[in-house]
Nanobody
Framework: QVQLVESGGGLVEPGGSLRLSCVAS????????MAWYRQAPGKQREAVAS???????YYADSVKGRFTISRDNAKNTVYLQMNSLKPEDTAVYYC?????????WGQGTQVTVSS
C-alpha cells in the first residue's frame, strides 16, 4: 500500500522559512522521480519543484532561487526547503512522483504565509 505523508507546514510571516518533509512507503522510492506540488484556494494544483533519480532539480519560475528540493533515499524522504516566503506561496503542499500517480496523493500539509 502506497503512502506519502507530508509534514512541516504551518503559519509563517512573509520572509520566513519552512522545511517540508514527505515520507514515502509502499514503492521503491529510489527509482522514482519525485516532486512537490501545491494547490492554493480556487486554483489548480501546480508543480513547484522536482528532483529526478540522478539528483538534477527543476523549479517553477515563481519559486526559483527561494525553494530547494532534496531527497534522502535511505530515508525514503523528499524535502522542500522554502525561504523568503511570500503570501502567494500560501497553499496546501503535496508530494508525488513525477509524473504524478493519482492514487499516490496524500493529505498534504498547509502552508500559510501571513503577517
Amino acid at each position: 500500500q502506497v503512502q506519502l505523508v507530508e509534514s512541516g507546514g504551518g503559519l509563517v510571516e512573509p520572509g520566513g522559512s519552512l522545511r517540508l518533509s514527505c515520507v514515502a512507503s509502499g514503492f521503491i522510492f529510489s527509482i522514482k522521480n519525485m516532486a512537490w506540488y501545491r494547490q492554493a484556494p480556487g486554483k489548480q494544483r501546480e508543480a513547484v519543484a522536482s528532483i529526478i533519480v540522478g539528483g538534477r532539480t527543476y523549479y517553477a519560475d515563481s519559486v526559483k532561487g527561494r525553494f530547494t528540493i532534496s531527497r534522502d533515499n535511505a530515508k525514503n524522504t523528499v524535502y522542500l526547503q522554502m525561504n523568503s516566503l511570500k503570501p502567494e506561496d500560501t497553499a496546501v503542499y503535496y508530494c508525488n512522483t513525477s509524473p504524478t500517480i493519482n492514487s499516490y496523493w496524500g493529505q498534504g500539509t498547509q502552508v500559510t504565509v501571513s503577517s
